[in-house]
């Protein structure tokens, strides 16, 4: 009798344990972004694909960058071109010239040139190898030499010092009809920084941050005859909320906003490492905390999922650490990215859902993550908010000055790119002005800064009173049609109205402790569980076995 009891006991077991391993392979239809594509193809030509000096990935940035005016965008380098190409099925081409050397003599270089003297479409040639081109004379165009003496760039009638002597290439215009778009001083000489001549566009100098960067990213509205633009934005994110922040610092920062009528987003940790014990504090042990999110939301926050933990094993601590990047040994993470990714997105949406908050964007802790990762989270989310790690080596990051959509990384790409607020940097204010007013040259620019909780709430006052000053539009995440959709759950907005699906018994599934571990390690805990189980099964079968045999030899 003992022994049926066991055996229905454990079938019931394996069951519930069962339905519980399935339930995180449900999958509901997706919602489409809406996203408007240009019909430009562009081909990037380049020499050599990372920046020499730095950790940058040259080719990657481009590419994104390139994606503000194309979704088509195909690369080629150098040293696979040959006249086979049909060049004239894009619009666009861009040739990068990273390496002093790499644009010569040889058969490629000569087979490029050749090709581009009879192109009807609109060359954009950045940095060395100009002089090729230049030397068939299509162009009254005169390749001069190099220089490191430039102190200041100007453009549409401002001037902007620059404090490191790069090196330029120097063009001089033979045709008083080509278009100067911005130039360059030495102090006793003024020559082109960007020239336009027939369907050639020429940046003497391949720059990927300050000024320059920003005066080409400008220069590509002229480039892609872009004629329309809409006015600048820029938002505002409170930053690294968890479940250890102050409540009322939260519940006075969305007061002071909601009375200005300024929208702002929330960077939610949805999972706190007490880093003396190891334990996971989720939003649910913190009701307090949740309210004051709750009212955020209520008071025109919209909820950025910023991560599961902020933080990667148990040596770092949550909103310090890394989490999808090794920040100790500066190199990517050595898990599978696409289970790795899926599981903390799913265990943070779950712990907010739990709770009744709903994001609709993410951000990578420190902006750091692979491209693996990018791509794999943009599968499930519509919007991502923060800076760029370029590539996959080293921890290096880079900003935008205008919302990029349609990339192989992100579906939409909204910039920070003005800073934080830092009371211990006693420049922090003239940074962000500094950074402010690089970006307004960009026409069409968006971007923003964001500001931690625990801060004296006057420094967000005076950065905002500022911004106002500067007649600047804030931006609502909800004016976008966001999405998020991962297995069980999908949620979207439509304006302000939040509309999500999930698995409703998602609510008692959260509520176990297992919610506090990652999926993978989930299954290995049931796993464990069933292994055991089976073993006691065949101990207790074993057990009542032997005492039947002695009964029935009694």
Known sequence: MMF???????????????????????????????????????????????????????????RTLLGRFSSDIEL?????????????????????GINENSYNNDKNTKNLISSLNSYKGTICWLGYGIENLLEHKKYNLDYVGKTNNIVSVNYRGKSYNLDEHYVFNIVESKDTSNKV?????????????????????????????????????????????????????????IEDVHAFREPKNLV????????????????????????????????????????????????????????????????????????????????????????????????????????????????APHYAM???????????????????????????TNTYPYIIRDTEEFNIFIPENLGYIDPEDKFTFQNIKENLDKLSIVRGFSGGFFFHSYLNIEYLKNTIEYLEKQNIEFMNLRDFNNWVKVDEIQIRNNGDEIIVNYDKDLDELTKSDTRFKSISNISKVLIFIVSISVLIFVIIFIYFKRIDKKKFLK
């Not at 080629?76 to 990068?96: A, C, P, Q, R, T």
């Not at 999972?271 to 955020?296: C, D, F, G, Q, R």
């Not at 692979?370 to 290096?396: A, M, V, W």
Request: net charge neutral.
């Open 370 to 396: 692979e491209s693996e990762g990018y791509k794999e989270l943009k599968k499930y989310f519509s919007t991502y908010i923060g800076q760029h790690q370029n590539n996959d080596k080293k921890f290096s």
């Open 181 to 237: 778009i911005g130039s360059i001083n030495d102090t006793l000489n003024k020559y082109p920084y960007i020239i336009n001549d027939k369907n050639l566009f020429y940046v003497s100098k391949l720059d990927l941050d300050g000024v320059l960067f920003y005066i080409f990213c400008d220069s590509l509205n002229d480039i892609f005859n872009i004629k329309t633009f809409d006015k600048g934005r820029i938002f505002v994110r």
């Open 252 to 363: 006075e920062i969305a007061d002071y906003l909601s009375s200005k009528n300024i929208p702002f987003t929330i960077a939610l940790i949805p999972a706190y490492v007490n880093p003396k014990n190891h334990k996971v504090i989720t939003l649910s042990e913190s009701p307090e905390i949740v309210k004051a999110i709750k009212y955020m939301q209520d008071k025109g926050g919209t909820v950025i999922l910023h991560g599961y933990t902020h933080q990667y094993k148990k040596e770092e601590v949550s909103g310090e650490g890394y989490e999808f990047w090794d920040g100790k040994k500066d190199e990517p993470l050595k898990e599978n990215m696409k289970i790795f990714v899926k599981d903390r997105v799913l265990n943070g949406l779950r712990v907010c859902i739990e709770n009744g908050i709903y994001p609709l964007a993410f951000e």
């Open 4 to 62: 049926k009891i066991f055996n229905k006991s454990l079938l019931k077991l394996v069951v519930v344990l069962s339905i519980v391993l399935t339930i995180s392979n449900f999958s509901l239809s997706s919602y489409a972004s809406e996203i408007t594509s240009s019909t430009d193809k562009v081909l990037i030509i380049y020499d050599s694909k990372k920046e020499t000096a730095y950790n940058r990935d040259i080719l990657n940035i481009m």
């Open 76 to 96: 080629l380098k150098l040293s696979n071109y040959d006249g086979e190409i049909n060049k004239n099925y894009y619009s666009h081409i861009f040739i990068l």
